[in-house]
Structures are given as C-alpha cells and as structure tokens.
C-alpha cells in the first residue's frame, strides 16, 4: 500500500526558532513526487515546497527546506526564522507516480510570539 | 489573475437530499481534481478531470460524480446525501496533463453539513 504518515499531530514553537515536521512514506515506486501542503485557517491548501524523488539535492524556498532520504522514504519540513504567519495545518503529500495525491494526517504547527 | 473559485462556500443540506457544487479553476487550467477532508478521513481524492473527460477516480461510491464544462469549471454532485458526507470539499486546478507534477492550486473549499 502507498502511505504517508505524520507522527506528529500537534507541534508549537517560538517565533524565530526552527521547526521541523516529519514525514514518512511507503512506495515502491521509484519516480515520484513529494509536496508540502500548508492549509491556514482560510481552509486554502497552499503548496510550500515540492520535491522530485528522483533528484538527490533538498528542495529549498526561502525560510522552507526539506530534508529527503529516498532510502529511508523520509521526507521532513524545516521551517527556518518561523513567524506568526506560519501557524497552520501542515500535511505532508506524495503522487506516488500518478495522477492524485495521497495526504498525511497532518501537523498543526503553532507559532507562539 | 483570479484563483480557484469554490460555490458556496457553507451548505446544509439533509439526510437523502442531493447537492452539486462548482468550481471555476484559474483561467487556462485544464485540469480540475476533487478531494474530500474530514477529521476522521483526513484528505481523500474523488476525482480528477482533464478537457472534459474523467481521468481518475478514487475510491467513493456511485452517488459521488462530476463533469467538467468546455470552460473547464467543474462540479461535482452527491446523491442521497448520507451524515458521513459531511466535509469539505476541495477543489484544485493546474495547467495541463501531468496535474500533480505541476503546482496544484487549490480553492478554499465548500463545507457541506448534512443533517
């Protein structure tokens, strides 16, 4: 079965600290892609960051970076200098190779002035 | 340019009513996907459109179906609405034929309560 799954339900941190989100997966596929999903209380899923499993460098956008270990089928969210802004639902999503997406369960992230 | 339009945006229906919900995707996208969020469910995909045509379909039951438009906008409908229908309902678009390869863009739903 392909799987993702986000340990963590509930984190919080102070603002400017980093964060870091984890997420794990199953697949036996070897071409696909993972996404970090960021969903506020507006209900809007807005994409963070993307990562193409098969290349081997980190995806970074600004203060978001990933930290991937294909062999591990890990694939977790640093979120560097956090703000208030950033107090969301964070879900963890792979393609799996086709055409849908398969969400974790998701993190609330709190960010605490 | 507009984002991804979700109508309504709160709904309440009742127990063996029907619903259709709509969604305008952003301009020149051609592909519309669905999912449903609950809490107990989390976020599960329905079903993806691409130049009118169903491309893919998760795992939900006949009385869940959409279309897609030549405009590309696209609704979905539930029939004989059940208590466990109720969520919100998600709807993304993106340019062309490789949806989740590309950024997906997402509206801000509709929540549906069925009483």
């Known amino acids: 079965a392909q799987t993702v799954t986000q340990s963590q339900p509930e984190m919080s941190v102070q603002e400017a600290e980093t964060v870091t989100l984890s997420c794990t997966y199953d697949?036996?596929?070897?071409?696909?892609?993972l996404f970090w999903y960021k969903q506020p209380p507006s209900r809007q899923m807005i994409l963070v960051i993307r990562?193409?499993?098969?290349?081997?460098q980190n995806a970074t956008e600004n203060r978001f970076s990933v930290n991937f270990q294909k062999a591990a089928k890990s694939f977790s969210l640093k979120i560097s200098d956090s703000q208030l802004g950033d107090t969301a639902m964070y879900f963890c999503?792979?393609?799996?190779?086709?055409?849908?997406?398969?969400f974790g369960t998701g993190t609330r992230l709190t960010i605490i002035p | 340019k507009a984002g991804v339009t979700q109508t309504p945006r709160y709904l309440i229906k009742t127990r063996g009513q029907q619903v259709t919900l709509s969604c305008s995707p952003i301009?020149?996208?051609?592909?519309v996907s669905w999912y449903q969020q609950t809490p107990g469910q989390g976020l599960q995909f329905l079903f993806e459109?691409?130049?009118?045509?169903?491309?893919n379909k998760g795992n939900f039951p006949g009385r869940f179906s959409g279309r897609q438009f030549s405009n590309s906008r696209s609704e979905m409908n539930v029939s004989t609405l059940e208590l466990g229908d109720s969520a919100l309902y998600l709807c993304?678009?993106?340019?062309?034929?490789?949806?989740?390869?590309?950024?997906?863009?997402f509206g801000s739903g509709t929540q549906l309560s069925v009483l």
């Open positions: 999503a792979s393609n799996f190779g086709n055409e849908k997406l398969t």
């Open positions: 301009s020149g996208h051609r592909s």
């Open positions: 990562q193409e499993a098969y290349k081997q």
């Open positions: 697949t036996s596929e070897n071409n696909y892609y």
């Open positions: 459109y691409f130049s009118e045509t169903q491309r």
């Open positions: 993304a678009s993106s340019l062309g034929d490789r949806v989740t390869n590309e950024k997906l863009f």
